[in-house]
C-alpha cells in the first residue's frame, strides 16, 4: 500500500499508513540522508545494512543471557571501596583495565586529529580538588564534545543536593584516602550501576579538552563526564542525544515531552509546579528549516539544536511599576551599547537639524530626558503586556557558560527589569554576568522553543483538573504502583512490528496491566514508558535507535488474561489506546486515563525484524484512603 508522506517544519518527516482499525500508526524518521538528500522511507536502508551485524549480536546477545541465568552464572566485579583499599595497600595509583587512556577511548576508530596526552589532576595543576566550594551549575564547562545533552541535565541536577550526591558519592577526594579511583552512579534500565574510574583525562597543550570546571583545580566535572562515557563505551558514544535521556540517566525518573507547538493550556502552571516539586527540566529548539545547522545560533541570541536546562519558573509583580531611571547613569546598565549608540545617533541628528535651521544647539550630552521618557514608556508596555500585573518568566542555562545569551526582553541588559521592585530583585538573586544563564518571559519562551521536557522520579500526581482549576480534595493518600518488564524483539521469533503489518503484531511480547483502583464515576493514570536499551553503548558498531512505540488493548471479558492473543483477535477487534507516534529515540511515554479492567499493552518496533532489548515501565496512580 503506497504510504502517505507528509512533510513537517521540523527536521522530522511523517509518515501516515492506512490503520487496520480505521486509526493510524505514524512514525517519525530523520529526512535527511548522506549529503543532505533524503532518506528512503520504503526503503529502511539503515536498518538492511544492519541485519547482518548488530541484529545478529542482539539476539545472540539476548539468548547467551538467558543461558547466563538459567546455569546460576553471575559475574561478581570487585567494588569501589576493595579496589580503592588494595591500591593503598599496594601504595599504587589505580589503573582502568576496562577505559584504557588511549584514543580508542576516546574515538571509536582510535584515530584522532590531535595527539592527546593523558594526565592525572595533580600532573596538571599543583593543588587538585575534588570540589572547590560545592558544586554549582556555573562550574560546568564544555569542551570539544558535542555532549550539551549531558551538561544541562547535570547542570539541573547541582540546584537538588541529595540527587546530586546520589550521583556524585561524597566518599572520594584527592586528600583523604587518595589512589587514583573515582566513582560515580548512574540509573541504567531499571538499576543503578557503580562505574569506577581512574583519574586519567585527556589534555591537549596541558588543558582538559572535554567537560571542565571554570575553576582550574575543580575536578568532579571531568571526572564525572568520563565515568558517563566509560559507561557508554567511550566519549564519541556521547557525541550528540537528546537531554531526556541524562535527565533519567541522572534520576531514575521518567520524562513527559511537551510539544510547544500545542501546548497545554495551563502549561505555565505546569512548568512552576514541577520546579517547586524539584523536576529537571530540558527544553530545545527544532529548526524550521531542514537546512539549518546544529547549534547555529539564532539573531535572538538561541541556539538551534542545543540543549538548554530551565533553572527556575516564577512570577514577579509589576502592577505597581514606577519609573525609577532619572540619571544617565541609572540607564547606562542596563542598555545594549548598540542600543545606546542608537540613542546617541538619534541626539546627534537632532542637534544638527537644529544646527542647520539656526536653532540653538542642545549639546548631545544631555541625554537626561531619555531615561525619564523610556522609564514609563517600559512600565507602560509591562503593563500592556501583562495586564493582570503578574509577569511569568523562566530562568534558563546554557551548558556553555558564556555570553551566548537571550538577547529580547527580561535578558541581562534589558530595561524591563528597571520597573520590578527591589524585593524582587533581592528574591531571584538576579546576576547580570556572561555565565550562560538568562531569564526570558513564559510568552518568549513559548515562541521560540518547539519542546519542554520534564523528568520526575515519578509521574506527576497533579491536583489540577482539565481547566487548571483545584480538583475536588482528595481523602486518600495518592501514588503510583510502578512495574516493570524486560524483553527483547528477537529475529523470526518477536519482532512484528506494528499494526500495520496484522500478519506478525501478534509476535511482539505483550504485558497484561490491571486498572482496578478506580472510582465508580472516575479513571485511573497510567503512564506507559516504553525504552530502547543498550544503544548508545553499541554505537562503535553501527547500532541506531529505530521508531517504537506501544499499542493498548481492553480485555473482553470472555477472555482469559494472560493468554496470547493472536491474529484474529488483532484482526477484529480495535486497539483501546496508543502512543501518538513511533520515535526513534530512546524512550516514548504517553499518560493515559484508563476506566477499570484489563489491558494488554504491546511493545513494537515499526517495521517488522528490527531487533533489540527494550524496558517497560507502566506507572498505575494509587489511592490508599
Same mark, same amino acid.
Given at each position: 500500500?503506497?504510504?502517505?508522506?507528509?512533510?513537517?517544519?521540523?527536521?522530522? *518527516?511523517?509518515?501516515?499508513?492506512?490503520?487496520?482499525?480505521?486509526?493510524?500508526?505514524?512514525?517519525?524518521?530523520?529526512?535527511?540522508?548522506?549529503?543532505?538528500?533524503?532518506?528512503? +522511507?520504503?526503503?529502511?536502508?539503515?536498518?538492511?545494512?544492519?541485519?547482518?551485524?548488530?541484529?545478529?549480536?542482539?539476539?545472540?546477545?539476548?539468548?547467551? @543471557?538467558?543461558?547466563?541465568?538459567?546455569?546460576?552464572?553471575?559475574?561478581?566485579?570487585?567494588?569501589?571501596?576493595?579496589?580503592?583499599?588494595?591500591?593503598?595497600?599496594?601504595?599504587?595509583?589505580?589503573?582502568?583495565?576496562?577505559?584504557?587512556?588511549?584514543?580508542?577511548?576516546?574515538?571509536?576508530?582510535?584515530?584522532?586529529?590531535?595527539?592527546?596526552?593523558?594526565?592525572?589532576?595533580?600532573?596538571?595543576?599543583?593543588?587538585?580538588?575534588?570540589?572547590?566550594?560545592?558544586?554549582?551549575?556555573?562550574?560546568?564547562? @564544555?569542551?570539544?564534545?558535542?555532549?550539551?545533552?549531558?551538561?544541562?541535565?547535570?547542570?539541573?541536577?547541582?540546584?537538588?543536593?541529595?540527587?546530586?550526591?546520589?550521583?556524585?558519592?561524597?566518599?572520594?577526594?584527592?586528600?583523604?584516602?587518595?589512589?587514583?579511583?573515582?566513582?560515580?552512579?548512574?540509573?541504567?534500565?531499571?538499576?543503578?550501576?557503580?562505574?569506577?574510574?581512574?583519574?586519567?583525562?585527556?589534555?591537549?597543550?596541558?588543558?582538559?579538552?572535554?567537560?571542565?570546571?571554570?575553576?582550574?583545580?575543580?575536578?568532579?566535572?571531568?571526572?564525572?563526564?568520563?565515568?558517563?562515557?566509560?559507561?557508554?563505551?567511550?566519549?564519541?558514544?556521547? &557525541?550528540?542525544?537528546?537531554?531526556?535521556?541524562?535527565?533519567?540517566?541522572?534520576?531514575?525518573?521518567?520524562?513527559?515531552?511537551?510539544?510547544?507547538?500545542?501546548?497545554?493550556?495551563?502549561?505555565?502552571?505546569?512548568?512552576?509546579?514541577?520546579?517547586?516539586?524539584?523536576?529537571?527540566?530540558?527544553?530545545?529548539?527544532?529548526?524550521?528549516?531542514?537546512?539549518?545547522?546544529?547549534?547555529?545560533?539564532?539573531?535572538?541570541?538561541?541556539?538551534?539544536?542545543?540543549?538548554?536546562?530551565?533553572?527556575?519558573?516564577?512570577?514577579?509583580?509589576?502592577?505597581?511599576?514606577?519609573?525609577?531611571?532619572?540619571?544617565?547613569?541609572?540607564?547606562?546598565?542596563?542598555?545594549?551599547?548598540?542600543?545606546?549608540?542608537?540613542?546617541?545617533?538619534?541626539?546627534?541628528?537632532?542637534?544638527?537639524?537644529?544646527?542647520?535651521?539656526?536653532?540653538?544647539?542642545?549639546?548631545?550630552?544631555?541625554?537626561?530626558?531619555?531615561?525619564?521618557?523610556?522609564?514609563?514608556?517600559?512600565?507602560?508596555?509591562?503593563?500592556?503586556?501583562?495586564?493582570?500585573?503578574?509577569?511569568?518568566?523562566? *530562568?534558563?542555562?546554557?551548558?556553555?557558560?558564556?555570553?551566548?545569551?537571550?538577547?529580547?526582553?527580561?535578558?541581562?541588559?534589558?530595561?524591563?527589569?528597571?520597573?520590578?521592585?527591589?524585593?524582587?530583585?533581592?528574591?531571584?538573586?538576579?546576576?547580570?554576568?556572561?555565565?550562560?544563564?538568562?531569564?526570558?518571559?513564559?510568552?518568549?519562551?513559548?515562541?521560540?522553543?518547539?519542546?519542554?521536557?520534564?523528568?520526575?522520579?515519578?509521574?506527576?500526581?497533579?491536583?489540577?483538573?482539565?481547566?487548571?482549576?483545584?480538583?475536588?480534595?482528595?481523602?486518600?493518600? *495518592?501514588?503510583?504502583?510502578?512495574?516493570?518488564?524486560?524483553?527483547?524483539?528477537?529475529? @523470526?521469533?518477536?519482532?512484528?512490528?506494528?499494526?500495520?503489518?496484522?500478519?506478525?503484531?501478534?509476535?511482539?511480547?505483550?504485558?497484561?496491566?490491571?486498572?482496578?483502583?478506580?472510582?465508580?464515576?472516575?479513571?485511573?493514570?497510567?503512564?506507559?514508558?516504553?525504552?530502547?536499551?543498550?544503544?548508545?553503548?553499541?554505537? &562503535?558498531?553501527?547500532?541506531?535507535?529505530?521508531?517504537?512505540?506501544?499499542?493498548?488493548?481492553?480485555?473482553?471479558?470472555?477472555?482469559?488474561?494472560?493468554?496470547?492473543?493472536?491474529?484474529?483477535?488483532?484482526?477484529?477487534?480495535?486497539?483501546?489506546?496508543?502512543?501518538?507516534?513511533? +520515535?526513534?529515540?530512546?524512550?516514548?511515554?504517553?499518560?493515559?486515563?484508563?476506566?477499570?479492567?484489563?489491558?494488554?499493552?504491546?511493545?513494537?518496533?515499526?517495521?517488522?525484524?528490527?531487533?533489540?532489548?527494550?524496558?517497560?515501565?507502566?506507572?498505575?496512580?494509587?489511592?490508599?484512603?
Amino acid at each position: 500500500m503506497a504510504a502517505e508522506v507528509v512533510e513537517q517544519p521540523f527536521i522530522w *518527516r511523517k509518515e501516515t499508513r492506512d490503520h487496520p482499525d480505521h486509526k493510524h500508526c505514524r512514525c517519525y524518521k530523520d529526512v535527511t540522508g548522506d549529503h543532505g538528500r533524503p532518506k528512503l +522511507l520504503d526503503g529502511v536502508e539503515p536498518v538492511t545494512l544492519q541485519k547482518s551485524t548488530y541484529y545478529s549480536r542482539v539476539s545472540s546477545e539476548y539468548n547467551q @543471557q538467558k543461558r547466563v541465568v538459567r546455569e546460576g552464572r553471575r559475574i561478581v566485579k570487585k567494588g569501589f571501596r576493595i579496589l580503592r583499599q588494595e591500591c593503598l595497600a599496594a601504595n599504587r595509583l589505580y589503573q582502568d583495565p576496562e577505559f584504557p587512556p588511549n584514543n580508542y577511548s576516546i574515538n571509536f576508530s582510535g584515530v584522532t586529529r590531535r595527539t592527546y596526552v593523558w594526565k592525572r589532576p595533580h600532573e596538571i595543576v599543583q593543588d587538585p580538588c575534588f570540589f572547590v566550594d560545592g558544586a554549582t551549575r556555573f562550574d560546568i564547562q @564544555q569542551g570539544e564534545l558535542g555532549d550539551c545533552w549531558l551538561l544541562a541535565a547535570v547542570a539541573n541536577l547541582t540546584l537538588h543536593p541529595q540527587r546530586f550526591h546520589s550521583v556524585v558519592p561524597r566518599d572520594q577526594s584527592f586528600k583523604h584516602l587518595y589512589a587514583g579511583i573515582f566513582h560515580f552512579r548512574f540509573w541504567q534500565y531499571g538499576t543503578w550501576q557503580d562505574i569506577v574510574i581512574d583519574d586519567m583525562l585527556p589534555t591537549y597543550n596541558g588543558r582538559l579538552i572535554f567537560m571542565h570546571s571554570k575553576t582550574k583545580n575543580e575536578f568532579w566535572c571531568a571526572l564525572l563526564e568520563k565515568a558517563y562515557a566509560k559507561m557508554y563505551g567511550g566519549y564519541e558514544a556521547l &557525541r550528540g542525544g537528546n537531554i531526556n535521556e541524562s535527565m533519567v540517566d541522572m534520576t531514575g525518573g521518567v520524562v513527559e515531552m511537551i510539544d510547544l507547538r500545542a501546548p497545554p493550556p495551563n502549561l505555565f502552571n505546569i512548568l512552576q509546579k514541577a520546579s517547586l516539586r524539584g523536576s529537571l527540566i530540558g527544553c530545545a529548539i527544532e529548526p524550521d528549516h531542514p537546512g539549518i545547522r546544529s547549534e547555529s545560533v539564532l539573531e535572538n541570541g538561541l541556539i538551534v539544536r542545543h540543549a538548554y536546562s530551565v533553572t527556575r519558573v516564577t512570577t514577579v509583580d509589576i502592577a505597581n511599576a514606577r519609573p525609577r531611571l532619572q540619571t544617565q547613569k541609572d540607564i547606562t546598565p542596563l542598555i545594549k551599547p548598540h542600543l545606546q549608540g542608537a540613542f546617541d545617533d538619534i541626539i546627534d541628528s537632532i542637534s544638527r537639524v537644529a544646527s542647520n535651521l539656526g536653532l540653538t544647539e542642545r549639546p548631545p550630552s544631555s541625554m537626561s530626558h531619555i531615561p525619564r521618557t523610556l522609564a514609563p514608556l517600559t512600565n507602560w508596555n509591562l503593563n500592556m503586556a501583562f495586564p493582570e500585573g503578574k509577569a511569568e518568566l523562566l *530562568r534558563l542555562h546554557n551548558p556553555w557558560g558564556n555570553e551566548a545569551e537571550w538577547q529580547g526582553a527580561w535578558s541581562d541588559s534589558s530595561p524591563e527589569w528597571a520597573s520590578i521592585a527591589p524585593e524582587d530583585r533581592t528574591r531571584l538573586r538576579l546576576t547580570f554576568d556572561d555565565d550562560g544563564e538568562f531569564w526570558m518571559s513564559f510568552q518568549d519562551f513559548r515562541n521560540n522553543f518547539s519542546t519542554v521536557e520534564i523528568c520526575d522520579v515519578t509521574p506527576e500526581l497533579g491536583n489540577d483538573d482539565d481547566n487548571g482549576s483545584p480538583a475536588k480534595e482528595v481523602e486518600c493518600e *495518592r501514588h503510583w504502583d510502578v512495574v516493570m518488564y524486560e524483553g527483547a524483539w528477537v529475529s @523470526q521469533h518477536s519482532a512484528g512490528g506494528c499494526r500495520n503489518f496484522i500478519d506478525t503484531f501478534a509476535s511482539n511480547p505483550q504485558y497484561v496491566v490491571e486498572v482496578t483502583n478506580t472510582d465508580d464515576d472516575n479513571e485511573c493514570i497510567v503512564v506507559v514508558s516504553l525504552m530502547q536499551k543498550n544503544i548508545r553503548q553499541l554505537k &562503535r558498531y553501527g547500532a541506531d535507535y529505530v521508531p517504537i512505540g506501544f499499542t493498548i488493548y481492553k480485555l473482553p471479558q470472555d477472555r482469559q488474561p494472560g493468554v496470547k492473543l493472536d491474529v484474529d483477535f488483532f484482526r477484529y477487534n480495535a486497539s483501546f489506546a496508543k502512543c501518538p507516534y513511533f +520515535l526513534n529515540t530512546r524512550e516514548v511515554t504517553t499518560r493515559f486515563q484508563f476506566p477499570r479492567g484489563i489491558y494488554v499493552v504491546i511493545p513494537s518496533t515499526f517495521e517488522p525484524e528490527m531487533t533489540g532489548e527494550f524496558l517497560i515501565r507502566i506507572f498505575k496512580e494509587a489511592r490508599r484512603c
